[in-house]
């Protein structure tokens, strides 16, 4: 897989302050993968150590008064046409930038204050059609499947997910699709995103999601306590056995422990063969009933 990333991010000290955003996921990525590093901010001409910049009513400005958009815009077009020559599979930018940030930038107010938007060369890639994601979005990468945190605007999809984790026997007939409208099945995606547990990863690959991790607290068949999330994952066939699922929710375990969650529980059906893959994780058995075990991984 190619993969652009902003230079920060690979340990280079271009940041306004000489510093840079060394992260470690990108450092991996980098051993795996052919990687292509950019800085618009230098490519626009700019030093490091520089002023910070915001923008300020859609210009770019530096915190001392100076207007520095068409440096920013020089750098962002000097991206593109790299990205244009390279076409990467993916880019990776740094969080929060005037010149980088993907879903949010600083206000122009030089406060701290966050607004929704991108940044210059963010928003002239994904104008232009290139795959960019904000690298605190990005899980992993395995074996050329990009597993990242899902977008506010993909929520509808846990429903069509949550359709193919039904478990269906070998020579039983499929349920009809709206079987998810169930209010036992609601639970699973209604106002996803409201709650203090809810957490989505998805397996992105050949440009199409094809696979969801999600956890929340509620009352559902893997119930256990109203502290424990509840855990859900779904791939379509072609990409199951394939080793994603496995990654997938040991990413969303190392989601979980870093928000302070110690224990997470699934249900089960006695008969899928999923029971090994959760037995392999760390899941155990600490309940069931005649079709399903109940499922808990202390983490």
Not at 106 to 112: K, N, P, V
Not at 268 to 285: C, D, L, P, S, T
Request: proline share 4%.
């Amino acid at each position: 897989m190619k993969i652009m990333v902003s230079a920060c991010l690979t340990g280079e000290n271009c940041k306004y302050n000489g510093g840079n955003n060394r992260n470690e996921k990108v450092l991996r990525f980098m051993a795996d993968n052919e990687v292509i590093t950019v800085c618009p901010e230098l490519m626009g001409g700019l030093p490091t150590p520089r002023v910070p910049s915001e923008i300020r009513e859609g210009i770019v400005t530096a915190k001392d008064g100076r207007i520095v958009d068409a440096e920013f815009n020089a750098g962002a077009a000097r991206c593109l046409a790299i990205a244009r020559r390279e076409q990467p599979d993916l880019i990776v930018l740094q969080s929060r930038s005037p010149s980088c940030g993907v879903k949010q930038r600083y206000d122009g107010t030089f406060t701290g204050t966050l607004v929704d938007g991108a940044g210059v060369t963010a928003r002239l890639l994904m104008d232009n059609s290139f795959h960019v994601i904000d690298v605190e979005d990005l899980a992993m990468i395995y074996h050329g499947v990009l597993i990242r945190k899902l977008c506010s605007n993909e929520v509808g999809l846990l429903k069509d997910f949550l359709y193919e984790a039904i478990f269906i026997p070998e020579g039983v007939e499929p349920p009809a699709r709206d079987i998810v409208e169930h209010p036992e099945l609601r639970i699973y995606y209604d106002n996803f995103g409201q709650g203090p547990a809810d957490y989505c990863l998805v397996a992105e690959a050949d440009g199409r999601i094809i696979g969801v991790v999600w956890t929340r607290i509620m009352n559902d068949y893997g119930h256990v306590d109203d502290e424990t999330p509840s855990f859900a994952i779904s791939l379509i066939p072609e990409y199951r056995s394939c080793g994603i699922g496995t990654r997938m929710m040991k990413e969303m375990l190392s989601l979980l422990k870093r928000n302070g969650y110690r224990q997470t529980s699934l249900a089960v059906q006695k008969a899928n063969y999923a029971v090994r893959m959760y037995r392999n994780i760390g899941f155990e058995i600490i309940d069931e009933n005649d079709e399903e075990y109940i499922m808990v991984c202390r983490i």
